[in-house]
């Protein structure tokens, strides 16, 4: 690894609750940090937003469930910055609802969102990361993906299979410096977590004994922790950000 350069940072669905503190928070660490998206009007309002707060991103668009629209994106960002050192596959949709309920596009949708963008996401770096014996993979997963959650079959299977992913990716990149892990996080104060109804939402918090839901900074700071250079003998791990929630 080049001392001198400045770590390249993609993370997917930036615009989003997690996404953007996630973003802030490697920005603040000193990465170039390449922020994906797909609703332009949701992002250029989100990049204003962030000019104001003093974050310079670099905006890339891209359907992280078209295997080709990623290809492109990537390719773009290694011609503007060069090769993506950290690869935070972030982007994630919920589409709840009981089993005996689910449309088959609500199962489809958020395992191509949730679960094949990471196989798109990651089938696009690998081999750069692998050429220049570097890499940080971090696959935001959830709880959800660890234990059961009533009305997610969709969602916990791709949470599930996201850490299936990181457990053998990472021993099969182990050895060319590239590291692959998991964060599992809790309940946190997103929009996608205060879209649960309220009288559902409250009952949560009320079995998780911290007595809170997370913050989004929490979470960003442990992606921080993993994506540091320091981290490289961790590998393959899934690491539980919950409140206590769920605890094996
Ligand atoms: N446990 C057991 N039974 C439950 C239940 C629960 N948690 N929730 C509902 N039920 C039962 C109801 O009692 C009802 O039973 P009957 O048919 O016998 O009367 C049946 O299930 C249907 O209940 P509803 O009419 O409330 O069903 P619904 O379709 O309107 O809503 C739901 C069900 C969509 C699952 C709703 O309860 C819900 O949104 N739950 C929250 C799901 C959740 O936690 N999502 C997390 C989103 S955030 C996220 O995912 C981020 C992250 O990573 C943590």
Not at 163 to 172: D, P, V
Request: glycine fraction near 10%; charged fraction near 20%.
């Amino acid at each position: 690894m080049n001392a001198e350069k400045k770590h390249i940072a993609l993370v997917t669905g930036a615009t989003g609750g997690l996404g953007t503190h996630i973003a802030k928070r490697l920005s603040d660490d000193g990465y170039i940090v390449c922020a994906n998206y797909r609703s332009a009007a949701k992002a250029r309002e989100w990049q204003e937003k962030m000019q104001g707060e003093g974050y310079t991103f670099h905006l890339y668009k891209a359907d992280v469930c078209d295997y080709d629209e990623v290809g492109d994106m990537i390719a773009t960002i290694e011609k503007d910055h060069g090769t993506i050192d950290i690869l935070v596959n972030n982007a994630g949709i919920t589409r709840d609802g009981i089993f005996k309920k689910m449309s088959k596009d609500n199962w489809a949708d958020v395992i191509a969102t949730n679960l094949t963008s990471v196989f798109n996401c990651s089938r696009h770096v690998i081999n750069q990361m692998i050429d220049q014996t570097y890499g940080r993979i971090i696959n935001i997963s959830s709880v959800n993906g660890q234990r059961a959650q009533f009305g997610q079959v969709n969602y916990a299977a791709a949470k599930a299979g996201m850490h299936g992913i990181t457990k053998t990716l990472a021993i099969e990149v182990a050895n060319k410096g590239i590291t692959v892990n998991t964060i599992s996080p809790g309940y946190v104060a997103t929009d996608m977590v205060m879209a649960v109804p309220e009288e559902v939402r409250n009952k949560i918090i009320s079995g998780i004994p911290v007595g809170r839901l997370g913050g989004t900074g929490e979470i960003a700071h442990l992606v921080s922790f993993l994506a540091a250079p320091e981290t490289a003998f961790i590998t393959g791990a899934n690491y539980a950000i919950n409140g206590g929630q769920h605890v094996y």
